[in-house]
């Protein structure tokens, strides 16, 4: 008996636990039919998940980068597996840092990239966003820009916000 038999098999041997949820006549062949293609879409979603984040690995620790060319070069074969590049603006760790400026650079470089393989990859840039340098960051090719300090730390939270909408 295969495994869709099974749970076909189990679901209406707990009919009775089910019809509070479900009525008589909506446990038919086609709730049967509906809840095996939505496992298998399931069950092909994670299979894909699964296969970017195995391929992530190998080209990100089993490579052990060690040039911005190799890195480059690297994220070209797995841009096309993700939605979302995060840049780290600062080094990673806390709060309170200054925006390095050589990351407008990774930014522009990162969506001429995306752009030159026909993607619409969102980048998303964290670390010493302020309202001195959130324009040049949106400028660079930047969508979403995340602040803390300069927002959190600020005499006025949503003055600052505002400042950097409008930078």
């Known amino acids: 008996m295969g495994f869709f038999e099974k749970l ?16 008589a006549s909506e446990l038919d062949d086609d ?5 095996e293609e939505r496992l298998i879409l399931a069950d092909l979603g994670m299979d894909t998940t699964v296969k970017a984040v195995e391929r992530l690995r190998l080209v990100v620790r089993d490579r052990r980068i060690k040039t911005v060319a190799e890195a480059r070069e690297a994220l070209r074969e797995v ?26 650079e990774k930014i522009a470089q990162l969506r ?21 340098n959130a324009g040049a960051v949106y400028g660079a090719g930047a969508d979403v820009l995340v602040a803390g300090s300069s927002v959190f730390g600020a ?13």
């Open 8 to 23: 076909k098999q189990g679901l209406s041997k707990t009919a009775s636990s089910i019809s509070s949820v479900f009525t």
């Open 79 to 104: 841009l096309p597996l993700v939605d979302l590049v995060l840049v780290m603006s600062v080094e990673p760790g806390f709060g309170g840092q200054s925006f390095i400026p050589g990351s407008l």
């Open 112 to 132: 001429a990239m995306a752009r030159e393989m026909g993607l619409e990859t969102i980048i998303e840039v964290d670390g010493g966003i302020s309202a001195r």
């Open 155 to 167: 005499e006025d939270p949503q003055a600052e916000v505002v400042k950097m909408l409008n930078a």
């Open 31 to 35: 709730f049967y039919d509906d809840l």
